[in-house]
């Protein structure tokens, strides 16, 4: 298994809180992601970074922000947490000398928003 | 734009039976496209991957994967289910060249001894 950590596994929170999750690597690869999931909907992307302070966002960024100072770590934030912020969050990484830049997923954190 | 449509929501099948898990791609580019599984309360587990070379692509756990160009088909397969397969599988298809992946919305399947 790949080496990624997320934490907390688990949260509940109220609305309007914010929320932080972490998403830990030992893989020193470059590239790492943020998705949601929620039934019906696969996983979004919500956002990536390409490489330490490089990031950009993805499908579903809204109510979202991201940081990374170190390779080994991608922060996600939610500022003012919302219900519809309730799903299921994995973290994922690749590296760039793959040809073919498949992504390999962290345990993922449950997030309740009441 | 690229997209991945499942086919079936749902598959139930009995143990020691086949396993087809359909998947139509659209891509404008030449993709690279892959097979993600996930069981319950568990993170997602790449199956296997097809990027250009063979057509017919074998993964872990005995699945397989046949790319179909005219038909844009990337269709899952596996001669005898077992009980541990029952789990979520993800078709993704990943653009040439680009690093995002886009998700299809997935199929539950469902192994009955």
């Known amino acids: 298994d790949a080496g990624i950590t997320q934490s907390p596994r688990h949260k509940v929170t109220e609305t309007g809180t914010p929320v932080t999750l972490r998403c830990h690597q030992t893989e020193n690869h470059r590239y790492m992601y943020w998705y949601r999931q929620d039934p019906g909907h696969g996983l979004r992307l919500i956002h990536y970074s390409y490489g330490v302070k490089d990031t950009d966002k993805g499908e579903v960024s809204d109510g979202y922000s991201v940081s990374r100072s170190k390779t080994e770590d991608f922060l996600l934030t939610l500022e003012s947490a919302t219900s519809s912020q309730t799903s299921v969050y994995f973290c994922?990484?690749?590296?760039?000398?793959?040809?073919?830049?498949?992504?390999?997923f962290g345990p993922g954190t449950r997030l309740t928003v009441t | 734009a690229q997209s991945v449509t499942q086919l079936d929501s749902h598959v139930s099948v009995s143990e020691g039976t086949p396993v087809l898990l359909r998947c139509n791609y659209s891509s404008s580019y030449s993709p690279s496209l892959f097979w993600y599984v996930q069981h319950p309360n568990k993170g997602l587990q790449l199956l296997l991957k097809y990027t250009s070379a063979a057509t017919l692509v074998k993964g872990i756990n005995g699945f397989e994967a046949e790319f179909k160009k005219s038909e844009t088909s990337f269709h899952l397969t596996k001669p005898s289910a077992h009980m541990s397969d029952a789990a979520e599988y993800f078709c993704?298809?990943?653009?040439?060249?680009?690093?995002?992946?886009?998700f299809g919305t997935g199929t539950r399947l469902l192994v009955s001894p």
């Open positions: 993704v298809v990943s653009p040439n060249g680009f690093q995002k992946l886009v």
């Open positions: 994922a990484i690749s590296e760039s000398s793959s040809d073919s830049y498949e992504q390999y």
